[in-house]
């Protein structure tokens, strides 16, 4: 047995990692999702067998093209934090562990900007 | 989990299962939903190309994983956010939510491919 006090243990910092954060995070934004991908469910139950002037429609309404960023962003931020629990919990090899973090981030963080400026492109009209 | 003293349990294979549909949703669910606001931008010829696909068997494949993926995990999410709050953790009620969750998830899904399929 170790003599020495870790500073982390004494400060009362656990593992002075950033894990909290983490799970609050990974929590508010599933708080968000259950009323967005509820939305979502009812947007798909109305848009069932819609040609492309209904689906046109449905994106272009301010309301609905709010909602449609809001879940992107919530749904690849909340990916992104997942992914990175399972790459951290299976992948054993250091560099691959590396590459894929940056992969997760990479994409979800594409993703929220590609989402949000087509479905404003459909919103606003350009 | 997998090992010679395992013995499989709704509880955990719930678990690995909120996984598994979380890495599905976020690999290929999200991309699929971003597939398709691109085809509404690009206009009536890509859109009709994209429910093209989705009518075939690769695409209702694709489309029934999603929305079985979508519905347990946002039924088991809400598990998850009540077992968060300290509450419902004695093995009992862990489970009748985890069947609870499991009736829920093949309704949605049933439903939704029901109507999307």
Known sequence: ?126 | MIGPYYRPQLTSIMSITHRATGVLLSVIGAPLLLCWIIAVNNGPQSYNALTEFFSGWLGKLLVLAILFSMSFHLLNGIRHLIWDTGRALEIKSAYALGWAVLGGTVLLTLSLAGVLL
Request: net charge positive; hydrophobic share 55%; no cysteine.
């Open chain 1, 1 to 126: 047995m170790s003599m020495v006090n870790p500073l982390a243990k004494a400060r009362g910092l656990g593992s002075a990692k950033s894990g909290v954060h983490h799970w609050y995070a990974q929590r508010a934004s599933a708080l968000l999702l259950l009323f967005l991908v509820g939305w979502l469910i009812f947007s798909m139950f109305r848009l069932a067998g819609a040609d492309h002037a209904q689906a046109s429609a449905f994106l272009s309404s301010p309301f609905n093209a709010a909602f449609m960023i809001l879940l992107l962003i919530s749904l690849f931020y909340h990916g992104m934090l997942g992914l990175q629990v399972v790459i951290e919990d299976y992948v054993r090899r250091p560099g691959l562990e590396i590459f894929l973090h940056f992969l997760t981030r990479a994409g979800a963080f594409s993703g929220m900007a590609v989402g949000t400026v087509y479905v404003l492109k459909l919103a606003i009209g350009a």
